[in-house]
């Protein structure tokens, strides 16, 4: 069986998959009933399902987020579970098939739950943005000037896990840090940056612990980019949606072909906002000043959890439905 997954670039939420499986399933590539396994990420949409053809395929813990949404109901796919109850509603599945985000097992691994025994007085907070945000701007910098710790998430799964045992609370953008921190039991703080962060994942992952998708907007410490965002925003051309709306999915990001058209479109408006943008410094921003009160506020924040008897039934069954694939 192969673990089929987004690997085109280091992301610690996606590099989880090329391990954790094989931790709680022995070697993966010794599971002969099915030829692949489709894990962690957002991965339940045509254009990535075609890597698996008709080939035998075990769907565990995936969800829907980008383009036109997959057909699952074809005798090659098992479905184990998906990420969440709006998944299962999207694909049109039962919502007992929604059991949560895989990269919640991560608090069984007794490894990642080292930690230096720091004061909780002294342990920094962390901030730990969406992977494709670095590519637009200098984050380190703001952190730095907001008194918070950077984290690449272009890292490992056990680097990143490791920063946030380590800290008494994670700003997230991206929501596998948000996920890691839940089942690391630190709490975490939602922010936006970018236009790019995808409200129906979160919400996804959300359904599933009784908890709301509330963020705080902060936008781009880059003027030029912030533009950007809201001209994305306005024109129901981003993957966020400040009204949590449901319908904004379904009709648009959901509706493939349309919308990378309406994209494309936006892209080549914006194309002068992104040339500016790219002879700026990326350490530099007319909003940085902006953006680093924004953090600070974020920092004192008291954070998110999910509740203790919530969270851990909720592993438990996640648990359960993977070894169920053990030979």
């Excluded at 051309?237 to 994209?263: A, C, P, W």
């Excluded at 921003?285 to 600070?296: E, N, P, Q």
């Excluded at 920092?299 to 592993?315: M, P």
Aim: aromatic letters at 10%; proline letters at 3%; hydrophobic letters at 40%.
């Amino acid at each position: 069986m192969k673990v089929e997954y987004f690997n085109s670039k280091l992301n610690f939420g996606d590099e989880l998959n090329s391990w954790l499986w094989d931790y709680f399933l022995g070697d993966t590539k010794n599971i002969s009933d099915c030829d692949y396994f489709v894990p962690v990420g957002s991965l339940l949409c045509d254009w990535f399902l075609e890597r698996v053809g008709d080939k035998k395929t075990v769907i565990f813990s995936s969800g829907a987020g980008y383009g036109d949404v997959a057909d699952l109901k074809k005798e090659n796919i098992k479905i184990i579970g998906v990420r969440g109850t709006l998944t299962a509603q999207t694909l049109g599945l039962d919502e007992s098939l929604a059991i949560g985000d895989g990269a919640a097992l991560i608090s069984l691994v007794p490894e990642l739950k080292n930690s230096e025994n720091l004061e909780n007085e002294i342990k920094p907070v962390i901030f730990i943005p969406h992977h494709e945000s670095l590519d637009d701007f200098d984050w380190e910098s703001i952190c730095n000037a907001a008194g918070i710790m950077f984290v690449d998430p272009r890292n490992t799964s056990k680097y990143v896990a490791d920063k946030i045992i380590n800290s008494k609370l994670v700003i997230a953008e991206a929501m596998h840090a948000a996920i890691f921190s839940d089942a690391l039991r630190v709490p975490w703080v939602p922010i936006v940056t970018t236009h790019r962060i995808n409200t129906f994942k979160w919400m996804d992952w959300l359904s599933m612990y009784n908890l709301k998708y509330s963020p705080t907007y902060i936008g781009s410490p880059s003027l030029i980019l912030e533009i950007e965002n809201k001209i994305r925003i306005s024109t129901n051309t981003s993957l966020f949606n400040k009204n949590n709306d449901l319908s904004f999915y379904k009709d648009n990001v959901f509706n493939g072909s349309n919308f990378n058209l309406k994209r494309k479109i936006c892209a080549a408006s914006c194309m002068v906002l992104r040339s500016l943008h790219n002879i700026s410094p990326k350490s530099k921003g007319l909003r940085s000043s902006v953006v680093i009160k924004s953090m600070i506020d974020a920092k004192n924040q008291a954070g998110n959890l999910s509740e203790d008897e919530v969270f851990l039934k909720r592993v438990a069954v996640i648990h359960n439905k993977l070894l169920g694939l053990k030979p």
